[in-house]
């Protein structure tokens, strides 16, 4: 397995405005993961994209994926209080390998 | 389905202590491991196991033994505590998926380790 890594490593905005966050990583992949972790809690699977999609929608997240530059992101639209936490990104097979994650914080 | 669980949930040991970190699964997930998760570290790797027999060292092994006699069960341990090891570790499962599996992982709540 391979790590990814996320950028920034903190992020900061009003509730209502968009969250974007990065990862890298740097050998090919078959699929790319984005997970997210409340404080003091397990990561939660938020969505997957396979290497021969180039975006994905899930609720207010959007994820895109260029292989070209092995990078991804995940963005997250009218933000949440509640959306606050850390968020990481993770590719290839079981185990996966976590960066250190991007921690997000909303402010109301 | 219950998912992961994860018992204890809170911890405290004094240095040179051994003790158990059970950890269970009901979905017949062929794939579990063990993280820890230390401030500003992320989460790392401890050890593995892709099926019931099998296991294997992750990132930091050291101080820590596993076995996995079923599918359900994935105990980790601690054989001689030390402070270096107060952490939050997290148990995970996953389906191997067969191809074009997903490997999605599902994660435990976590317990939470104080070695003094």
């Known amino acids: 397995s391979q790590q990814g890594e996320e950028d920034p490593q903190a992020l900061s905005i009003q509730e209502g405005e968009n969250a974007t966050m990065n990862c890298s990583y740097k050998?090919?992949?078959?699929?790319l993961q984005w997970y997210r972790q409340n404080s003091g809690r397990g990561l939660v699977h938020l969505i997957l994209?396979?290497?021969?999609?180039r975006e994905k929608h899930s609720g207010r997240l959007r994820v895109t994926l260029d292989t070209s530059k092995k990078s991804s992101s995940l963005l997250i639209t009218a933000s949440r209080a509640a959306d606050t936490a850390s968020y990481f990104c993770?590719?290839?097979?079981?185990?996966?390998?976590f960066g250190k994650g991007t921690r997000l914080s909303v402010i109301a | 389905n219950a998912g992961v669980t994860q018992t204890p949930k809170f911890q405290v040991l004094k240095t040179g202590q051994s003790m158990t970190l059970q950890c269970a699964q009901d979905?017949?997930?062929?794939?579990m491991s063990w993280y820890r998760q230390d401030p500003g570290m992320g989460l790392r790797l401890i050890h593995y196991?892709?099926?019931?027999?099998?296991?294997d060292q992750g990132e930091v092994p050291n101080g820590y033994n596993v076995s996995r006699s079923t599918t359900e069960d994935f105990p980790l341990r601690l054989l001689s505590a030390a402070p270096s090891q107060t952490s939050v570790y997290f148990c995970?499962?996953?389906?191997?998926?067969?191809?074009?599996?997903?490997?999605?992982?599902?994660f435990g709540p976590g317990t939470r380790l104080t070695v003094l």
């Open positions: 995970a499962s996953s389906s191997s998926g067969g191809r074009g599996g997903t490997d999605t992982q599902y």
């Open positions: 050998t090919s992949i078959n699929n």
């Open positions: 994209i396979r290497s021969n999609e």
């Open positions: 993770a590719t290839g097979r079981t185990p996966l390998v």
């Open positions: 979905m017949n997930h062929e794939y």
């Open positions: 196991s892709v099926g019931a027999g099998i296991t």
